[in-house]
T-cell receptor, first 112, second 113 residues
Framework: SAVISQKPSRDICQRGTSLTIQCQVD?????MFWYRQQPGQSLTLIATANQGSEATYESGFVIDKFPISRPNLTFSTLTVSNMSPEDSSIYLCSAEGGNEQFFGPGTRLTVL | GENVEQHPSTLSVQEGDSAVIKCTYSDSASNYFPWYKQELGKRPQLIIDIRSNVGEKKDQRIAVTLNKTAKHFSLHITETQPEDSAVYFCAASSTDSWGKLQFGAGTQVVVTP
């Protein structure tokens, strides 16, 4: 199984600012993903973080708002840009390992 | 794209009884169906999954059934215990979209002693 860590675990930010979330996997993985979980809701896929190329975004999510980096097979970052209170959510990194998909602990973001 | 519906949204059971959660999906190309358990403030944890080449899978008190013709799959928890209380999510993905999980809305399960 893959062990996934994220930093920060939580943050409170002012509207209009940006926050970068880091995701580290303890082994090399082909696929990494970013999900959002709004308060009391289910998980929604934001994008696939592709190593060596641009991320692939799902409908409703754009690169200008959620730029993603994937410099190697164990690490990815998600930036939430020009934040508004509607961006308050938990952001989760995910990776596949051993034919299963695992999740990081999440980053709880509150935008004031 | 894929659409996954999950019912019920809340489920209250007495300790020792069984719990059943049902999901339907829309994309016939979906062939991987995991179930996640999420406790309050924690990450989703995979508890069981099933692929389209089997109709049922069991792991101790947990079982999942899949009906590909009807496009529905279910989670069965027997002999429920208070520690089974959590939110359970079903999900679906296809080989072409491996890792791109489409989640159901979730079921809040409360097991009362």
């Amino acid at each position: 199984s893959a062990v996934i860590s994220q930093k920060p675990s939580r943050d409170i930010c002012q509207r209009g600012t940006s926050l970068t979330i880091q995701c580290q996997v303890d082994s090399q993985v082909t696929m990494m993903f970013w999900y959002r979980q709004q308060p009391g809701q289910s998980l929604t896929l934001i994008a696939t973080a592709n190593q060596g190329s641009e991320a692939t975004y799902e409908s409703g999510f754009v690169i200008d708002k959620f730029p993603i980096s994937r410099p190697n097979l164990t690490f990815s970052t998600l930036t939430v840009s020009n934040m508004s209170p509607e961006d308050s959510s938990i952001y989760l990194c995910s990776a596949e390992g051993g034919n299963e998909q695992f999740f990081g602990p999440g980053t709880r973001l509150t935008v004031l | 794209g894929e659409n996954v519906e999950q019912h019920p949204s809340t489920l209250s059971v007495q300790e020792g009884d069984s719990a059943v959660i049902k999901c339907t999906y829309s994309d016939s190309a979906s062939n991987y169906f995991p179930w996640y358990k999420q406790e309050l403030g924690k990450r989703p944890q995979l508890i069981i999954d099933i692929r389209s080449n089997v109709g049922e899978k069991k792991d101790q008190r947990i079982a999942v059934t899949l009906n590909k013709t009807a496009k529905h799959f279910s989670l069965h928890i027997t002999e429920t215990q208070p520690e089974d209380s959590a939110v359970y999510f079903c999900a679906a993905s296809s080989t072409d979209s491996w890792g791109k999980l489409q989640f159901g809305a979730g079921t809040q399960v409360v097991v009362t002693p």
